[in-house]
């Protein structure tokens, strides 16, 4: 597409705000990298100055007769070399490379480069007094150092079951010393108590859709998992019912409130359902609570409604941060407690004295309360994005998590999708690793926490949006 007042160099027109189009056969490269090429050579010379607003992704594609995918790629690719900066509801915008912080800079890297949707990880604190908070806690532990590198006596010190029993608290869990563990992660607490309650052989029902870290501990425990059906509130205690019938299971693993993948709450009257089915037919109940302090308003969880069956994990990783392993464990009674807790001890010898000391920390002096209303409130911004970019009716989401689940429309695999995302330097995860048994749906999960800026999250969704209103045919992933 030209005009008559094309500039009479061969590389590019630019008429004004977003009229900028590149001639990219000049650069004898993939349309994508030519782009950059293109957008590098035309600032560097002063066709483009600083500040000019570029046409948008949808808006060039169209001029150069190109897809959409490769625009966003040369977006993306002009993004690392610090050529172009976008604005949330502003647009793309050119800017002064010599004064943009190159590759080099690792926290740049992440402002610019491509979006990992993948990782179910919280967003990332950046406000300045929050983060010198969170730092000020490793200062003043720095001076206790050479004890925390110690082994230290298993389940932490009173200290420690006091801000953790402080914590579940908050989620609504009173309970006692002799029934809390303190656990190096969600993984090993659910590996001991599937221990526990279980033999080879032995059968444990979750949802059809579920975490696939159950999957992996069910199949190295030679346990057999069966599936439930579910639906947009989480599993159906009359389908639990049928299970425990047919085939006796020892326990029913939930994740409960906001679950991954589907976002999906289990409304008070159907977890009173569940208890109800499982105190009939004696089945233990595993309640997963990884996202207990992320909603505000949550139901009651199992451990409320029902202790005395109940197994209950609250892990950090979701609330405060993938890094910090660490998760309260609340049996049914001290006396379960104990040989849950031996195993613990034999598998794991301790939770970390530096990650239980900072933990600790954080919960008595406010500090994790703090780290979890930012990740509320940035979850919330980030989800309203995704009602925003993302068509109505192709996904589940709820106000307060911050991952999303995307049903494809027909003629899309989840296959093809994962691929058409990776060819725009985005990260997705396809249904398979979280079907616990039949044909896993055509359906995605999309993280938007993590490193990832709204900037970042806005220009993977928009990429991804565009993907789902066309067919597979018009998005293809090989440029």
Do not use: C
């Given at each position: 597409?030209?005009?008559?007042?094309?500039?009479?160099?061969?590389?590019?027109?630019?008429?004004?705000?977003?009229?900028?189009?590149?001639?990219?056969?000049?650069?004898?490269?993939?349309?994508?990298?030519?782009?950059?090429?293109?957008?590098?050579?035309?600032?560097?010379?002063?066709?483009?100055?600083?500040?000019?607003?570029?046409?948008?992704?949808?808006?060039?594609?169209?001029?150069?007769?190109?897809?959409?995918?490769?625009?966003?790629?040369?977006?993306?690719?002009?993004?690392?070399?610090?050529?172009?900066?976008?604005?949330?509801?502003?647009?793309?915008?050119?800017?002064?490379?010599?004064?943009?912080?190159?590759?080099?800079?690792?926290?740049?890297?992440?402002?610019?480069?491509?979006?990992?949707?993948?990782?179910?990880?919280?967003?990332?604190?950046?406000?300045?007094?929050?983060?010198?908070?969170?730092?000020?806690?490793?200062?003043?532990?720095?001076?206790?150092?050479?004890?925390?590198?110690?082994?230290?006596?298993?389940?932490?010190?009173?200290?420690?079951?006091?801000?953790?029993?402080?914590?579940?608290k908050g989620r609504g869990v009173v309970t006692s010393c002799e029934r809390l563990l303190i656990c190096p992660g969600a993984h090993s607490a659910l590996f001991s108590i599937l221990g526990q309650v279980a033999r080879p052989g032995d059968t444990i029902c979750a949802e059809r859709i579920t975490y696939p870290g159950i999957r992996a501990l069910a199949a190295h425990l030679r346990l057999r998992l069966v599936d439930l059906p579910m639906d947009r509130y989480g599993v159906d205690p009359d389908a639990f019912a049928a299970a425990c019938t047919k085939v006796a299971p020892k326990a029913i693993y939930l994740n409960p409130l906001l679950q991954n993948p589907t976002t999906a709450t289990l409304p008070r009257t159907r977890r009173e359902a569940v208890i109800a089915v499982a105190r009939r037919y004696a089945v233990t109940i595993i309640e997963d609570d990884a996202y207990a302090r992320i909603c505000p308003t949550p139901p009651p969880s199992f451990a409320e409604l029902a202790p005395e069956i109940t197994y209950y994990v609250a892990g950090l990783a979701k609330c405060l941060g993938a890094g910090l392993r660490l998760a309260f464990l609340v049996a049914p009674s001290a006396r379960s407690a104990l040989p849950l807790g031996g195993a613990l001890r034999a598998a794991t010898v301790m939770a970390s004295p530096i990650s239980t000391a900072l933990a600790t920390r954080w919960i008595m002096d406010g500090t994790a309360e703090a780290i979890v209303q930012f990740v509320r409130e940035e979850s919330a911004a980030r989800q309203r994005i995704a009602t925003a970019m993302l068509p109505a009716g192709t996904y589940t989401a709820d106000p307060h998590a911050f991952h999303v689940w995307i049903t494809l429309p027909e003629g899309w695999t989840r296959s093809a999708f994962a691929s058409q995302g990776r060819s725009a330097g985005l990260g997705v995860i396809a249904s398979d690793p979280f079907c616990v048994a039949g044909t896993p749906p055509e359906a995605v999960r999309l993280c938007l926490g993590g490193p990832s800026t709204r900037q970042q999250i806005t220009h993977g969704l928009e990429v991804l949006a565009h993907a789902l209103e066309g067919s597979p045919a018009l998005a293809s992933a090989y440029i």
């Open positions: 597409m030209t005009s008559p007042e094309r500039d009479e160099r061969p590389n590019a027109q630019t008429g004004g705000t977003g009229a900028w189009t590149p001639d990219l056969k000049r650069w004898g490269k993939p349309h994508y990298l030519a782009i950059a090429e293109a957008l590098a050579d035309d600032i560097r010379t002063g066709r483009l100055t600083v500040g000019t607003r570029l046409p948008t992704q949808r808006a060039l594609a169209e001029a150069l007769d190109l897809n959409f995918t490769t625009v966003s790629r040369g977006y993306v690719e002009a993004h690392k070399r610090g050529l172009i900066e976008g604005r949330v509801g502003q647009g793309t915008f050119v800017v002064d490379p010599a004064r943009t912080p190159r590759s080099t800079d690792a926290a740049a890297a992440r402002r610019i480069g491509p979006v990992d949707f993948t990782m179910n990880l919280p967003p990332e604190p950046d406000a300045p007094a929050l983060q010198a908070r969170m730092q000020a806690a490793f200062v003043d532990l720095s001076g206790n150092l050479t004890n925390l590198l110690r082994y230290q006596g298993f389940g932490g010190t009173e200290e420690d079951k006091e801000a953790a029993l402080r914590w579940l």
